[in-house]
């Protein structure tokens, strides 16, 4: 099973701490906070608290998609899983070619 479910955890928690777009996110998110007037003392809170919805709407939704897989056949939640990675691939081009012809017009 590709090294079971913690190695694939894992894996997902370092792409997604190496992510640019989730520290634009997260700064971007200290700054709405900042500008709304929370006091930067106050920050530890708010994004425990963001922290803490964030962490249980993840397990919610992966224990729903854990229930709805069973419903599938194998051979179609590959075929969906195959196809939801190629439209996430043609996304992240989508939006290099974004980035890039913004960078080429500055």
Same mark, same amino acid.
């Given at each position: 099973? !590709? ?7 894992? /894996? ?11 520290? *634009?996110?997260?700064? *971007? ?5 900042? $500008?709304?007037? $929370? ?6 809170? &708010? =994004? /425990?608290? =963001? ?6 709407? +993840?397990? #919610?939704? $992966?224990?729903? #998609?854990?229930? *709805?897989?069973? &419903? ?8 969906? +899983?195959?196809?939801?990675? &190629?439209?996430?691939?043609? !996304? ?11 960078? +080429?017009?500055?």
């Amino acid at each position: 099973k !590709y090294g079971g479910r913690r190695a694939a955890f894992v /894996s997902g928690m370092l792409l997604s701490l190496t992510n640019p777009w989730a520290v *634009a996110f997260w700064v *971007a998110l200290g700054g709405s906070f900042i $500008a709304l007037g $929370a006091q930067p003392g106050n920050m530890p809170v &708010l =994004f /425990s608290s =963001f922290m803490l919805g964030s962490l249980l709407w +993840s397990f #919610v939704l $992966a224990g729903l #998609v854990d229930r *709805a897989r069973h &419903l599938l056949s194998p051979r179609l939640f590959h075929v969906l +899983s195959f196809g939801f990675g &190629l439209l996430l691939a043609g !996304y992240g081009v989508f939006v290099i070619t974004r980035v890039l012809a913004a960078l +080429s017009n500055s």
